[in-house]
């Protein structure tokens, strides 16, 4: 398997601009998390999926971010506008999660955004 | 409500010499427990994870941790480093699904020769 696999590796833009990031999962797993990672702020939850619904939002900072998972084998998160302090690294994980948890997440090498 | 601590930003030491990085944990019931290694500009691999079968857990390049609910600790160590362990690592505490997670702020593992 090819493992998690997240697109652009690294993008650069303006600020204003639409930024959409992708993921797509390991086969066979039903959970998808995206996580930001920072100086600041170190590692943080944003959105997780079960079965490509959305499980808990809590961590999505504004309305500017929005997640979406239409299939098994893909996940985006967009930022419309983009902003200077979006700036940081974003991670795309899955697991196959059961019921009876403890099931470690496989992480994507990550998309390094920085906006201008 | 869950958190994790890790109680150095940054730990040094000479290779060959014994690694110990501190985790204490905060949960109102049975945690799930991991250790992840971040290498620079890598994604985070999964070191070990704690599943209540055994307190002390054996993970990969030689890691272990030894879970102990009385101190609510879970310190992950080494008898010997390698130069190439040189890289932060994050406790991490989940809930029973094992979908939200609470990530350490990491702890960076210098490693000198």
């Known amino acids: 398997d090819a493992g998690v696999i997240q697109s652009p590796r690294h993008e650069v833009t303006e600020m204003g601009q639409e930024v959409t990031l992708r993921c797509k999962p390991i086969?066979?797993?039903?959970?998808l998390f995206w996580y930001r990672q920072t100086m600041m702020r170190g590692l943080e939850l944003l959105i997780y999926?079960?079965?490509?619904?959305?499980?808990?939002d809590s961590g999505m900072p504004e309305d500017r971010f929005s997640a979406k998972m239409p299939n098994a084998s893909f996940s985006t998160l967009k930022i419309q506008p983009s902003e200077p302090r979006d700036s940081a690294v974003y991670f795309c994980?899955?697991?196959?999660?059961?019921?009876?948890?403890?099931?470690?997440?496989?992480f994507g090498p990550g998309t390094r955004l920085t906006v201008l | 409500a869950q958190s994790v601590t890790q109680l150095d930003s940054h730990v040094s030491v000479s290779e060959g010499t014994p690694v110990l990085l501190r985790c204490n944990y905060s949960s109102s019931y049975s945690p799930s427990l991991f250790w992840y290694v971040q290498h620079p500009n890598k994604g985070l691999q999964l070191l070990l994870k704690?599943?209540?079968?055994?307190?002390l857990v054996k993970g990969i390049n030689g890691f272990e941790a030894e879970f102990k609910k009385s101190e609510t600790s879970f310190h992950l160590t080494k008898p010997s480093a390698h130069m190439s362990d040189a890289a932060e690592y994050f406790c991490v505490v989940s809930d029973l699904g094992g979908f939200k997670t609470i990530f350490g702020a990491g702890t960076r593992l210098f490693v000198k020769a």
């Open positions: 999926f079960n079965n490509n619904v959305p499980i808990d």
């Open positions: 704690y599943t209540s079968a055994a307190t």
């Open positions: 994980a899955s697991s196959s999660a059961r019921t009876s948890g403890y099931n470690e997440q496989f």
């Open positions: 086969s066979g797993h039903n959970s």
